[in-house]
């Protein structure tokens, strides 16, 4: 038998042996489309991406069912209750991360999304503590929040008709926030160093969720011999970890223990403090993926919703003007809201709480995996295996909301135009991996949106005005330019 021959035996025993395995593993599994050999269900434009296709996948297959992103399974899950099942009832099961290829190659399997559960209850819990001290939550971040509040009006009513990126803007804002919590400080709006750190987030970001992400996720021993966007994301986080590495290391020589000033100073001596324990969990390089990890939380997410949110008001200009007439009758024009303003303004709260269920599909792209063995629901769901729950599913269910194809703010508010919240809502996730910026988010959030509307009135340009809300937030999404907005500043 020659060489040609044995090495296509070779071949076609090796694909005969990983089919059996796929499908021995598939009997086990919760029932779903059938996958390709090698590549599951990743060319199958009727499976992906999730947040198109759920609807008839739960048609057809109930609200559990398994997608194989190539060899590999992830076991989906859609509707409130299934949903809230896995992730509060059995947080512990469904709390773990499964490998992430791309995310692990520049975080280095390091900082908050670590795989390793003892590691990430620790830099969570330190993390979560660090920046409630800092004000998260609380008056003092308030006050934070409303300063970057009075930066953004300015830059927009100094614009005067001239061209304004609305997202990048927003982004700086945003992102200011944190950093004067992690770094001391904050960024001019046109500093091209900063602008260009959130410029590799975004590619980073914009490249997890995309459909090239999943593959590099599926073919990770390849990609990196490969050329594609995924050389330069990866080339350019070094220049990301450089400029966060020039900030500790500067922090390092002015630290006061006495009196920290951000983040970085209490890891700093919270590493030094740790320093003789066995296993070193607060070293620099936990630090800076840390800070990395922070930047992208604190930056993309809100400022994304934000950006829906003003599309919404450009779409719907009955709503906007009634959100409008509520800061006035409450704020007034002599200062900006507040956050004790934000029980008087039951309204606009119903409204960026809606802007955020009607959003399909997240930047929340990270599946959980199952911590061990987990019975649940009538199937044993191996240990390791990578779980999505699909909030989306949850958004719409029609068992929780009223009317769950329609943008209706009414969803939050009672029968007497208070504001309701509802169990049903879960953009920041739920259980032991939900959000641990949710605090902060939720701030800004009211802030932001309130100080914008108080000061401006949006309006849609172009043929987006003939388009649905659905469709202004996907051509608007991640990654893709400005949004098709202007803005009047108003007489108040």
């Known amino acids: 038998m020659g060489v040609e021959a044995l090495l296509l035996l070779s071949l076609l025993v090796t694909l005969l042996l990983f089919s059996v395995k796929m499908y021995k593993k598939k009997a086990q599994l919760p029932p779903g489309p059938t996958p390709w050999l090698l590549l599951g269900n990743l060319l199958q434009k009727d499976v992906l991406p999730l947040s198109r296709n759920y609807a008839k996948l739960y048609d057809k297959w109930g609200p559990i069912f398994t997608v194989w992103l190539g060899p590999k399974p992830m076991v989906v899950l859609c509707g409130y209750e299934v949903v809230k099942d896995a992730l509060l009832d059995h947080a512990e099961e469904f709390g773990g991360r499964p490998a992430l290829p791309f995310s692990d190659t520049v975080s280095h399997f390091k900082g908050l999304s670590s795989r390793s559960v003892k590691r990430w209850k620790e830099l969570r819990r330190f993390t979560l503590s660090t920046l409630r001290d800092f004000g998260m939550g ?3 971040m308030s006050a934070r929040v409303q300063e970057e509040v009075l930066c953004l009006v300015e830059a927009m009513a100094t614009a005067k008709g001239q061209a304004f990126d609305i997202r990048k803007h927003l982004r700086t804002a945003v992102s200011n926030v944190l950093c004067s919590v992690v770094f001391g400080s904050r960024f001019e709006y046109k500093d091209q160093v900063f602008l260009e750190k959130l410029h590799i987030m975004e590619a980073f970001v914009g490249y997890l969720v995309s459909y090239m992400g999943q593959v590099y996720n599926v073919f990770s021993k390849i990609m990196p011999y490969l050329p594609g966007q995924h050389k330069k994301i990866l080339g350019s986080f070094e220049k990301m970890y450089a400029f966060i590495n020039e900030r500790v290391e500067s922090h390092k020589e002015t630290l006061d223990y006495q009196d920290p000033r951000d983040y970085i100073d ?8 740790d320093q003789n324990k066995p296993e070193a969990i607060y070293t620099k390089e936990e630090l800076i993926v840390i800070v990395q990890e922070l930047f992208i939380a604190g930056s993309l997410s809100t400022s994304e919703v934000l950006s829906c949110a ?16 509520e800061i006035y009758d409450v704020v007034g024009a002599n ?4 956050m004790e303003d934000r029980v008087r303004m039951p309204y606009t709260n119903a409204v960026l709480h809606e802007v955020q269920r009607y959003q399909k599909g997240s930047l929340e792209s990270i599946p959980r995996a199952t911590t061990r063995p987990t019975k649940f629901r009538g199937y044993l769901i191996p240990q390791g295996t990578a779980v999505c729950a699909e909030i989306s599913t949850v958004h719409f269910d029609p068992l929780q909301w009223e009317t769950p194809e329609e943008f209706n703010p009414g969803h939050f508010l009672d029968e007497k135009g208070n504001f309701r919240n ?11 991996r939900a959000c ?3 605090a902060l988010a939720r701030m800004e959030l009211f802030l932001f949106f309130g100080a914008l509307l108080q000061n401006f009135t949006f309006q849609l340009v172009g043929d987006a005005k003939d388009k649905d809300i659905f469709t202004l937030y996907e051509d608007s999404g991640l990654m893709k330019g400005d949004l098709p907005l202007k803005f009047t500043r108003r007489s108040i």
């Open 310 to 325: 003003l599309l919404v008001m450009a779409r719907l200009p009955h709503i906007q003007e009634k959100v409008q007439q």
């Open 266 to 273: 209490c890891f700093l001596m919270k590493s030094e403090k």
């Open 436 to 438: 641990p910026g949710e």
């Open 335 to 338: 200062r900006i809201p507040g």
């Open 138 to 140: 609380k008056k003092a």
């Open 422 to 432: 509802r169990a049903a809502f879960m953009p920041f996730s739920a259980g032991k």
